[in-house]
């Protein structure tokens, strides 16, 4: 997913689920913000480097794909944007090897999905915010895994769109990094072949290019892990049952639920809208930005700031170092911490240890990157 869902339309599910406008401009603020919180702009504000829930490309190009580099990947994309859902999962007649990166592939209502919106329970709106991207993208990313791998994220030629009259073409991918996808001719960008296992260009969809991210895409493919089964993606129905699901969760996050579970979905918010909600996810555009923000406004009477990457930067670093925790971006790295080191240690406990090695210092106390030391911090001081 990109900005037009992560920030306009967590927006707009913010406002269904009962938030005011400034709480859902935070929530949804935090949402985009998970694409864009990499080591890069945390060095700049001498915020904690282990916060990271993303790689920019240029870091990417750097990145080893050592034993080490290879865990701090997994750990971060596993941990925010390719949410495993089974960390259970055999497969019969495989190596270990692989067996551990097929339990990494991502899909909605995993087990995951409910540890990680419960984790945000009671926390900030940062945190709120970046449990709904996690939760969105499970939906979107669905099929691929969040760690370098050609066995499993490859695609081959047989990749057909589903078009809205019916036909179908087959979709043709070239490395451009610079230029658009073309609706009109089918040409998508997608990361350049690497035989390699482990190279980066393997990682997450980066093979299916930006399909995974566009709404209105329908298109059927044969997965490098699928055994020849061939796998049909249905975007608008799956981004449907997501904004949903992003509904159902946050109403939980503010009380108006009980409990979160997975495989349910508030479609009885969007009464009267679905229609209108269709349609922007139908429509075959790269960029949906306007038409979710203007429904956004439209629900709460309210103008939607554009995303501003800088907003709360200042903020941040003028902070004293006590204060830094309190402030906006503070809430978020300490909601990343929290997500990563749960995530990490549900891979690490079962048996996998591809993310690397993780205690859990609630019962061993504090062994590990010191960067996580302030999470232990917070949580001692909520129980004091």
Known sequence: MQLDFHYYATYCAAILAGYSHEESSALCYSAQFVDLCSVTLLKKLGAPKAAATTQLSMEMADTRTDLIGLQNITRIWASFHFLPYDLYAEKKGVSRRYRNKYRLICRPNGSLVSETVRLAKGGSLQAAGLAMHVLADTWAHSNFAGTPSLVINNTNYHFFELLPDGTERPVKFAHNPSGPDDLVSGVFTSSLFQPSENSVMNLGHGRAG???????????????????????????????????QMIEAMKYLRGERESFETERYDFAAIEGLEDEIKAILTRRQLNACADWKALGERLSGCEIEDF????????????GERGKDDSFLGKFFLAALAQKSMVTNKIFQSGNRLAGYSVDFRKKGFRGIKDFQRLVEQRRGERE
């Not at 892990?225 to 993606?233: L, S, T």
């Not at 501003?308 to 902070?319: G, I, M, S, T, V």
């Open 308 to 319: 501003d990457l800088e907003k709360y930067q200042r903020e941040y670093l003028e902070a």
């Open 210 to 244: 930006h399909l995974p991210d566009y709404s209105f895409m329908r298109y059927r493919y044969l997965p490098a892990w699928g055994g020849y089964r061939e796998i049909v993606k249905d975007n608008p129905s799956d981004y449907l049952h997501a904004f949903c």
